[in-house]
């Protein structure tokens, strides 16, 4: 049901729009809009993709890119944030006061590059916008830094969503800081929830757990994944960095084919470390079981889950304490009626329920993961048992319009209490 009685804008701030890795935010956009929402978008950078997915195509949000590099788009800065140091000197002074506390905790000068985009995205935008009445930050790093300045700048109220290596990689005492100073916090795991809980103790702060969740209308499974056969066809869908532990799969993988089990392994997905993994699977001698096609269109997607027998996805915390939340892809290979297996790392245990919705292992060890993917493709009640339970699991738990209906309501709230505000 829509909500004709919402007026006021939402700024989002994003790190890059729209981006392939991130179909949550733009299908939680389109959502919104949906309820009635008017939203703004300023995304930090352009996407990396030179193509989107459809329901990208189907947003009417207004799109303006923040400058990106502190250098090379200094000229664009610089100026607007002089006309806001005049117009409003006290607040422009107390924004860099903030910048330059944290800056001294980190020694990061991007503290102050997200100092003069929030100047930019306020003279330029905020200011001149008025029906933009409370900003909200994707990522509670680099994109909730903006939102802090420019709510800081602008005396507007923000909020942030976090997510996974934004939390895990921040700077504790950086964090408390945005979280104590927002209206409110989003995050998209339970587990991720109590850890910003522990973090923001005192504060006070509103933290609500609302997961990503999925369109469930597409995800319509046309094959019946209980029975399979070899060669089995496994299914990875992952960007190439650490918390992936796709070395791990793929000496699970080595496992398997040692044990003369014959498979096809595809991994979708490009990232900083494929250089390294391809040079792994040839180390291996995995050649002619595996290939990797790269990022891919999410309808290319569905078309690879439904050929699929078992999906699996190896995580694991990288040492600089990044790690998944709940991989959409997850929910969505249960959706498809493909059995999933990962690893007990965070908050994977709370869509794959092991035995129930899904099967769990301990991270870094390829001999557990091979020979619970062997357990999964040669134990038909088992499969049907996971099967059944990771639909019923998704459609209880991941549906996202309930979950961004649960979101707007929060929204709808701080919007109200805006309203109110300016009226007393």
């Known amino acids: 049901m829509k909500n004709s009685s919402v007026k006021s804008t939402i700024g989002y701030i994003l790190k890059g729009y729209p981006r392939i890795s991130e179909t949550f935010i733009s299908n939680e956009i389109l959502l919104l809009e949906q309820l009635g929402f008017n939203l703004h978008l300023f ?6 993709e030179d193509f989107c997915h459809d329901s ?65 995205l ?3 935008h905020l200011l001149k916008h008025n029906s933009i009445a409370h900003l909200h930050g994707h ?22 969503t976090a ?17 104590r100073l927002a209206e409110f916090v989003i995050t998209c795991t339970d587990y991720n929830r109590r850890y910003l809980e522990k973090t923001a103790e005192g504060l006070g702060t509103p933290i609500h757990c609302i997961y990503h969740g999925i369109d469930l ?10 029975v399979c056969s070899p060669p089995y066809k496994l299914l990875t869908v992952a960007r190439m960095t650490e918390k992936k532990g796709l070395p791990t799969l793929y000496k699970a993988l080595r496992i398997l084919k040692d044990n003369n089990i014959d498979f096809h392994h595809t991994l979708i997905g490009d990232g900083d470390d494929k250089k390294n993994i391809l040079q792994l699977i040839e180390d291996l001698d995995m050649q002619a079981h595996c290939c990797c096609p790269g990022t891919q269109t ?30 959409n892809v997850l ?61 019923e699991h998704t459609r209880e738990h991941f549906n996202n319009r309930t979950l961004v209906a649960a979101l707007g309501n929060i929204f709808q709230k701080q919007l109200e209490q805006n309203r109110n505000a300016a009226l007393s």
Do not use: W
């Not at 995304?43 to 990396?48: G, N, Q, V």
């Not at 997510?163 to 979280?179: G, M, P």
């Not at 309808?299 to 889950?305: A, G, I, N, W």
């Open 56 to 120: 990208v195509k189907q947003i009417m949000a207004k799109v303006d890119y923040l400058p990106t590099e502190l250098l090379l788009d200094f000229p664009r800065l610089l100026l607007p944030n002089i006309f806001l140091a005049v117009k409003r000197p006290d607040l422009f002074k107390q924004g860099l006061k903030l910048a330059h506390k944290r800056y001294k905790r980190t020694a990061n000068l991007a503290t102050f590059k997200h100092l003069l985009q929030a100047g930019y």
């Open 43 to 48: 995304p930090m950078r352009h996407p990396r």
């Open 331 to 391: 929910v969505e290979s249960l959706a498809m009626g493909v059995p999933a297996l990962s690893t007990t790392v965070s908050a994977v245990p709370e869509i794959l329920i092991h035995n129930r919705s899904g099967i769990t292992i301990s991270p870094s060890q390829p001999e557990e993961m091979a020979a619970n993917i062997t357990e999964l493709l040669t134990n038909g009640n088992l499969r049907a048992q996971i099967i059944q339970g990771g639909t």
């Open 217 to 226: 209308q597409l995800f319509s499974p046309a094959t019946d994944h209980t």
């Open 163 to 179: 997510h996974a290596k934004d939390i895990y990689t921040s700077n504790t005492e950086q964090l408390r800081e945005k979280i």
């Open 139 to 160: 990522f509670a790093h680099s994109p909730t830094s903006v939102t802090m300045f420019a709510a800081l700048l602008s005396g507007k109220t923000f909020s942030f």
């Open 298 to 327: 999410h309808s290319e997607v569905l078309k690879q889950f439904e050929a699929s027998d078992l999906f699996v996805l190896a995580c694991e915390i990288a040492a600089n304490g990044d790690r998944d939340g709940i991989p």
């Open 122 to 124: 306020c003279n330029s």
